[in-house]
């Protein structure tokens, strides 16, 4: 089985009008049969965020990340990415409500910069503030899922959720 892509969601809850905290989503537990559409063409304006969302695919894994705080947790996706009838871009996607792991210690965003090849393996480090939505690397994945491991001792059998069958 090939391993899920990785995706680098940011979201920012400094605007009134289209902010938004991953908590909205992670303390609002649903029925893990449900869905949480994500995005639209009120939160998705960059181009680099459209030819990601094209590229995304159901089970492939959510780096949350929450701007000023680092990364809070992760998400599974439920649809591939898809265009809003709106405007015809990519801009669209839901998250499955499980397997969502919120953990207790976020993991710094100083951290993954940091790390010696962060240019290479987390997209964003290199187009910061054009966009939304990130690729991360099968290297980088693995990083950030030891990293998060690291951070979070307590949920290294929850993380194991997010790793491929092998």
């Known amino acids: 089985m090939a391993q899920p892509n990785m995706w680098w969601i940011v979201a920012y809850d400094r605007d009134p009008e289209h902010g938004w905290h991953w908590?909205?989503?992670?303390e609002n537990p649903a029925d893990p049969e449900q869905t949480?559409?994500?995005?639209?063409?009120?939160?998705?304006?960059s181009n680099v965020s459209f030819g990601r969302i094209r590229g995304m695919r159901r089970g492939d894994i959510v780096a949350a990340y929450q701007a000023g705080e680092g990364v809070l947790g992760l998400v599974m996706l439920a649809s591939d990415g898809y265009?809003?009838?709106?405007?015809?871009?990519?801009?669209?996607?839901?998250?499955?409500?499980?397997p969502a792991l919120r953990f207790p210690k976020p993991v710094p965003y100083q951290v993954i910069r940091d790390l010696p090849s962060s240019k290479d393996d987390f997209e964003f480090v290199r187009i910061a503030k054009q966009g939304s939505v990130f690729r991360v690397s099968q290297s980088g994945q693995a990083r950030l899922l030891q990293l998060s491991r690291e951070f979070n001792?307590?949920?290294?059998?929850?993380?194991?959720?997010?790793l491929p069958a092998a």
């Open 23 to 26: 908590d909205q989503f992670f």
């Open 36 to 45: 949480y559409n994500w995005g639209g063409p009120n939160w998705i304006r």
């Open 153 to 162: 001792p307590s949920q290294a059998h929850r993380i194991e959720e997010f």
């Open 83 to 98: 265009k809003s009838e709106e405007t015809h871009n990519y801009d669209t996607f839901d998250y499955a409500t499980s």
